[in-house]
Structures are given as structure tokens and as C-alpha cells.
């Protein structure tokens, strides 16, 4: 089924923000120079009014008023993905944890590197809280939007702690 993909534009603290729509949820949301970003085609619509309650939310997470996004998703991807995903999102807002964890929590404790492909492929960035997973000693592990920026996130969830 070839249905339109609605998108908007978001200015951010971290970039200009890309979020898409099938018209009932949000699909996406990219960052600029994003690993695996969006890929624009010709069956894109801008619509800025679809895409109008992620806007107001990302801005009021931004501006330190909201810690739980309450928005429809519909990320495309594999059932292990969708299970890594719905797993991101218990994520407590300013908490971490490891890949290895990740892994527990969703019942294959020794799927650590898969789910970190998975939670590499997530294709709604912060929203689905990919940036709250870390390696298991602490440290800032890669990151699609950049290590910067998943710098930024954390730091901003623990109110401006160095991470």
C-alpha cells in the first residue's frame, strides 16, 4: 500500500527536527544529518497542521515542561524492533540504562548486540528515548544523531549534570 507520508519541520536546541505522519500517528522523527534519517520522495506531503501535536510537545520537552510524550505511534519495523521500541519507552525520563539491560527487560538477555541494532534502526528519535540506552560501563555509546546531541538529551533530562 503506497500511502502519503506527511511531514513538518521543527527548530530545536539540538537542530531542526523532521517529524513524519501517516496521518493518525507519528511515523518518524529525524534529526539533521541523521545516521539512517529520512528519505524524502515524492509522495511526501508537507502538512504542518498534521503534525501539530508533536510539535507542541517536543517544544514543551524542550522547554523542560514535559518528561512523557503522549502521541500515537507507528514506527515501521521488525516485531524484534517494535519489542525493543515499546521497551524504550518504560525508560524513565533522566534515567539510564545499558544495552545489556535493554536486552533483559525485553526477555533475551543475551541479545545485547541486536538490541542495539534495533535500537540503532529506531526511527522515532527521542520520542521513543533511544538516547537512554549507554554502555554498560557508563560510557556515551554511538548514537544516530550524534554523540552530541545524546549528550545534550541526557543532560537535558538530568537538568544540566554533565554526563
Not at 513538518?8 to 523532521?18: D, F, N, R, V
Not at 510537545?57 to 500515537?72: I, K, M, S, T, V
Request: aromatic share 8%.
Amino acid at each position: 500500500m503506497n500511502t502519503t507520508t506527511l511531514y513538518s519541520t521543527i527548530t530545536s536546541p539540538i537542530g531542526e527536527l523532521l517529524p513524519t505522519s501517516d496521518g493518525k500517528s507519528v511515523t518518524g522523527l529525524y534529526m539533521q544529518n541523521q545516521k539512517r534519517g529520512a528519505r524524502r520522495t515524492k509522495d511526501w506531503k508537507h502538512d504542518d497542521a498534521a503534525l501539530n501535536e508533536p510539535r507542541a510537545q517536543l517544544h514543551a520537552y524542550f522547554a523542560g515542561e514535559l518528561r512523557e510524550f503522549e502521541l500515537p505511534l507507528a514506527p515501521e519495523g521488525t516485531p524484534f524492533q517494535q519489542r525493543v521500541w515499546r521497551a524504550l519507552c518504560d525508560i524513565p525520563y533522566g534515567e539510564t540504562i545499558s544495552y545489556g539491560e535493554l536486552a533483559r527487560r525485553i526477555g533475551q538477555p543475551t541479545a545485547s548486540r541486536a538490541v542495539g541494532l534495533a535500537n540503532g534502526q529506531n526511527p522515532i528519535s527521542i520520542v521513543v528515548p533511544c538516547h537512554r540506552v549507554i554502555g554498560a560501563n557508563g560510557s556515551l555509546t554511538g548514537y544516530g544523531g550524534g554523540l552530541e546531541r545524546k549528550r545534550w538529551l541526557l543532560a537535558h533530562e538530568n537538568k544540566g549534570s554533565l554526563i
